[in-house]
């Protein structure tokens, strides 16, 4: 377990630079700037990350964990029987629960500003969905590669979810017409028996 003045600076640190994001860009935020809001030396900071970009990653796997968490909880109250759109209505239940619940991160993952944060998240998403659809892989026989599978998943998934937000869609209704979408496109990405025997 972590010594409590290490997690307390961590915080600090994670705090800061979310705070920093929302005035500027990640690639002109400086070490001695960050270093500044959260009130901590230049050597305390290297003596827990090698730069910048070692902070932001933990605070993607953070999220990682977090979400993931989440997403086995609703699947063991959920989804026992291990059904394939119900596994993946919950992890996009997790997914949206997570990105409104931290929006004050997420909000920065804009490909134009911030392209770093927009391809990590993007990374972290789209190795979730497929993590998830190779253990679908197992039990179903699917018509597209996972990895197919999770790109149209992820990429449609996050367009629909920040073209709701931008036109202020409630998020009970983003999840509503989000599951309708997903478990429509989940349908079509299972064999029939008929196309199995072809």
């Known amino acids: ?7 307390k600076t961590k ?5 800061a630079m979310i705070e920093m994001l929302s005035k500027e860009d990640f690639e002109h935020i400086s070490i001695t700037e960050l270093c500044r809001q959260a009130e901590i030396s230049r050597i305390t900071f290297y003596s827990h990350y090698n ?10 796997d953070d999220m990682l964990r ?8 609703r699947q063991k109250e ?14 996009l239940d997790s997914i949206l629960e997570l990105y409104y619940e931290r929006f004050d991160f997420f909000q920065h993952a804009n490909p134009e ?3 770093y944060l927009a ?3 993007y990374s972290i998403i789209l ?3 497929e993590m998830h659809t190779l253990h679908v892989k197992k039990r179903l026989r699917l018509k597209y590669s996972p990895k197919k599978i999770a790109g149209f998943v992820c990429f449609g998934m996050l367009g629909f979810v920040n073209e709701s937000h931008k036109d202020n869609t409630p998020l009970a209704k983003i999840r509503q017409e989000a599951r309708e979408l997903l478990t429509d496109l989940l349908h079509s990405t299972v064999l029939t028996d008929g196309e199995r025997q072809r």
């Open 11 to 15: 915080r600090s640190l994670k705090a």
């Open 127 to 129: 190795d979730t969905v």
């Open 113 to 115: 500003k911030n392209p």
């Open 66 to 73: 977090i979400g993931t968490e989440d997403y086995y909880r």
């Open 1 to 7: 377990m972590e010594d409590k003045r290490i997690t």
């Open 51 to 60: 730069d910048k970009y070692a902070l932001l990653d933990e605070i993607f």
């Open 119 to 121: 391809s990590r998240l």
């Open 78 to 91: 959920n989804n026992p029987s291990g059904r394939l759109a119900a596994g993946y209505v919950n992890m």
